[in-house]
């Protein structure tokens, strides 16, 4: 074991943290990161816009294969012909998936450029902990711009949500944590990769489409449905809209909600496991710095 593998076992034989000085550490790095935030507010002001001008062209496919101003064809697969709130209610979400993926993975990417990941790591706390700091700002910045969206989208597109919005928001919540389970283990593969960039790129692009994020999944061909299905976020996807929108749900809502229960302790344990024995790897092979 090289030296730096030795003083990380070292810093993990200390006393673990209270759970007063783990808040303090979480929310200093929370702080840090909603201090670089506006530091660009630009970003801010684009987070808001970016998907607005990519739906306005589908707002438009819409409307020209609309008949007399519904969408038939749409309704024949989700249930509702207001296809808009059906896309803008997947963005929303697929938001938090790029929070979450960008806030862990991309994270470590930087610290690694930066040479800051050792040392950082050398704090006398939960390395996951450190992890899900980083990701704070970025679910409330998510939050807030995507909120935003959802107004000025409900003024130019018509959003209209006519369902139970508290059901679908508690419904998000095992959905969001079980997501933390796919974030750990993306920041390990991260760890043993050194990359970043397009990691994030593909595999948010490929949960969001086979979760549903713009269709319904029920579109998709014979042989890709079946993964979709065994994807959990798309139960998350479809009971939100099933709660807002009083779509067709692929299954009963309260038999997604326990999907997405199942889903959130097993991707929690899951990801966990992963990230702990990956990164014990890279200790071992005193790659953990490199990039």
Do not use: C
Not at 134 to 163: E, H, K, N, W
């Amino acid at each position: 074991m090289n030296t730096m593998s030795g003083m990380y076992t070292m810093s993990e034989s200390l006393s673990r943290p209270t759970q007063l000085s783990t808040l303090r550490a979480l929310m200093a790095i929370a702080r840090k990161d909603w201090h670089q935030f506006w530091r660009y507010p630009l970003n801010a002001v684009s987070s808001v816009l970016q998907p607005i001008v990519w739906l306005t062209p589908a707002f438009f496919m819409g409307r020209a294969f609309s008949v007399n101003g519904q969408a038939q064809g749409f309704a024949a697969y989700s249930g509702t012909t207001d296809y808009m709130s059906f896309i803008l209610l997947g963005t929303a979400l697929s938001n938090f998936i790029g929070a979450v993926f960008w806030g862990m993975g991309y994270s470590l990417k930087s610290d690694m450029d930066a040479g800051v990941l050792e040392s950082n790591w050398l704090a006398p706390v939960s390395r996951p902990l450190l992890l899900v700091g980083r990701t704070l700002t970025s679910l409330l910045t998510t939050f807030v711009t995507s909120l935003i969206m959802l107004v000025l989208a409900g003024l130019l597109f018509g959003f209209r949500p006519t369902g139970d919005v508290l059901a679908a928001f508690l419904t998000v919540a095992p959905m969001l944590i079980g997501l933390y389970g796919f974030g750990f283990a993306f920041a390990a593969l991260v760890l043993i990769m050194r990359e970043a960039n397009t990691m994030v790129d593909i595999s948010s692009f490929l949960v969001g489409l086979f979760s549903g994020q713009s269709f319904p999944v029920n579109s998709l061909p014979r042989w890709l449905f079946p993964i979709a299905l065994a994807v959990p976020l798309t139960y998350g996807f479809d009971a939100v809209r099933g709660w807002i929108l009083k779509t067709r749900t692929i299954l009963p809502l309260s038999t997604e909600v326990l999907v997405l229960v199942v889903f959130m302790f097993l991707m929690m344990a899951l990801g966990l496991t992963a990230f702990r024995a990956l990164e014990r790897r890279v200790r071992m092979l005193g790659t953990l710095g490199q990039h």
